[in-house]
């Protein structure tokens, strides 16, 4: 009796769990059923005749949902009603965690896991996750190498759209973020946001190391590769490695040779943007260092360096060889030919070589037979401005050397050697000059 019981049970049990499978079954097969509306443009399969409609908007480029606003047209009514609320300013999805609101239901499932900290979209390549499918897909391109957007006016490409926007106000100027404070603009956000610390003096960014402050994160990161030593930029044509991204940038110009800062008054190219900056003094005129001991300026802060210390007297350039100084590294460099006995300047007529490049200038003039120097007094021309200053003597009169035992003077130094001998090596006898 309780073995049919049993029996009776466990047929029950058996009916119950076929009758579930079968249901399932069934309710599978009617969804399967349902998606038989094909799109006759691209084959896709969808399960109500509303949707496939919908779905052949995109082929026609039908929006019949149109924005008395603004004029936007949309090809379903679910996206035109979310476009309204930016209208209406209607958010109707509300964070109970902080209390921000949203005008759809995705902004606002997105902005919630930041409170839950779930990251539901992993990179299959380096494990990475995100909370937005947006991100996986913007990070995906980073392993891909894909950059879709490109400047059409030099061909840079980017990564995203956003970033090709920022990149265009490089191309047309455009600064929209202003400073409420000076006045200053910007083409970021990001840079007026740090411009502002300056104003309010917050920087909220300290160096463990040293104790420096700083107004970005990002000013830190870079200072404190200085202590590390870490040079995370290396350039892909050479070994050369670089603390900076914008250093890396920069360097790659020697490779390939890119020049994209141009000069608006001539034709000239740079490779650095403060290497236009100095060239356009040339046009300007502009020579913003001044001399603090006279009044003399400057177009470059080298050449005021440089300038100053005739008056200082500092000559911080010594020479390996003696004892001697100098205050160019130029002159310094120079120099050391004496030591060295190196001439790196060759005629190009003879196999004559020079310590210095003047001199081969001087010395070509041989062989040209230029005479660039002329007498302003008459048609006489010379090689050297030194044959040119002796020559004038005639027209002028001057004698500059004088002789230490009469007081006979001349025109050139030669002429005064000359002179000398007289006194050095002859005497008077009865009123006349017997040499010894």
Request: one cysteine or more.
């Amino acid at each position: 009796m309780e073995e049919s019981e049993e029996r009776e049970e466990l047929s029950e049990v058996e009916e119950e769990h076929h009758v579930k499978r079968s249901k399932t079954k069934n309710i599978f097969l009617k969804k399967r059923a349902k998606k038989c509306f094909t799109c006759t443009q691209c084959g896709n399969s969808l399960t109500t005749k509303r949707n496939l409609e919908n779905h052949m908007m995109i082929h026609t480029r039908e929006k019949p949902f149109t924005c008395d606003q603004c004029g936007n047209s949309f090809t379903c009514k679910i996206n035109f009603d979310r476009h309204m609320r930016i209208h209406t300013g209607e958010k109707p999805f509300t964070c109970e965690q902080c209390g921000n609101s949203f005008t759809c239901k995705i902004n606002f499932d997105r902005h919630m896991r930041i409170h839950t900290g779930e990251k539901p979209f992993t990179c299959d390549q380096c494990g990475n996750s995100f909370t937005c499918k947006q991100s996986l897909k913007f990070h995906m391109r980073i392993h891909t190498g894909e950059k879709p957007f490109s400047c059409d006016q030099c061909s840079k490409t980017f990564f995203c759209a956003s970033h090709l926007k920022k990149h265009l106000r490089v191309h047309t100027k455009e600064k929209p973020y202003s400073c409420s404070v000076c006045g200053k603009s910007f083409s970021q956000w990001q840079n007026l946001h740090e411009h502002e610390k300056i104003h309010t003096g917050v920087r909220e960014y300290m160096c463990f190391e040293c104790e420096k402050t700083f107004i970005s994160a990002n000013n830190l990161k870079r200072h404190q590769r200085i202590h590390t030593g870490e040079k995370p930029y290396k350039c892909s044509h050479c070994d050369q490695r670089f603390s900076q991204s914008s250093s890396l940038k920069t360097h790659e110009r020697i490779h390939t040779g890119v020049k994209p800062y141009k000069c608006p008054h001539c034709d000239q190219r740079f490779s650095r943007s403060e290497h236009l900056k100095r060239h356009e003094r040339i046009h300007t005129g502009e020579k913003p260092y001044k001399c603090p001991h006279c009044n003399q300026r400057f177009s470059r802060s080298s050449s005021l360096k440089t300038h100053e210390r005739i008056h200082t007297g500092v000559k911080p350039y010594k020479c390996p060889h003696c004892d001697q100084r100098f205050s160019h590294s130029s002159s310094l460099k120079t120099h050391e030919r004496i030591h060295t006995g190196e001439k790196p300047y060759k005629c190009q007529h003879c196999d004559q070589r020079f310590s210095r490049s003047e001199h081969l200038k001087t010395h070509e003039r041989i062989h040209t037979g230029e005479k660039p120097y002329k007498c302003p007094h008459c048609d006489q021309r010379f090689s050297h401005s030194s044959s040119l200053k002796t020559h004038e003597r005639i027209h002028t009169g001057v004698k500059p050397y004088k002789c230490p035992h009469c007081d006979k003077r001349f025109s050139r130094s030669s002429s005064l050697k000359r002179h000398e001998r007289i006194h050095s090596n002859s005497r008077f006898v009865n009123n006349s000059l017997y040499f010894i």
